[in-house]
């Protein structure tokens, strides 16, 4: 991807923001903004599209300062290994790989 798409890709998240009346009151009373990327990206495109997005929040004086615990970005290889940390509730079936189709 050229380097002018993916600042494109980074304004748009934070446009995404700029349109979203909902969320702008969900951090206006203290709530996070999680943007989940369906794509692997590198730390940098992560790192400007959260500044992006982080330096809209406070444009929109929805954040008095860049907050990095309130604003976040996953990609898809972050989302992706979240799955082994989630735990099963009642735990693994017993008969897990029948259920899987294994043998």
């Known amino acids: 991807m050229a380097v002018q798409e993916k600042q494109a890709c980074a304004k748009a998240c934070a446009d995404e923001l700029k349109g979203a009346g909902w969320a702008q ?3 206006r009373l ?3 903004y999680v943007i989940v990327m369906g794509s ?3 730390d940098r495109e992560i790192k400007e ?3 992006r997005v982080a330096d809209m929040a ?3 004086q929805l954040l008095p300062k860049d907050d990095p615990d309130r604003i976040r970005v996953y990609d898809a290889n972050q989302t992706g ?3 082994v940390l989630v735990p ?3 735990g693994w079936p017993t008969d897990w790989r029948s259920r899987l189709g294994c043998r």
């Open 25 to 27: 009151e969900y951090v």
């Open 88 to 90: 099963v509730p009642g």
């Open 58 to 60: 406070v444009e929109l």
């Open 40 to 42: 692997a990206l590198t």
């Open 81 to 83: 290994s979240m799955g």
């Open 49 to 51: 599209r959260r500044k």
């Open 30 to 32: 203290g709530g996070s």
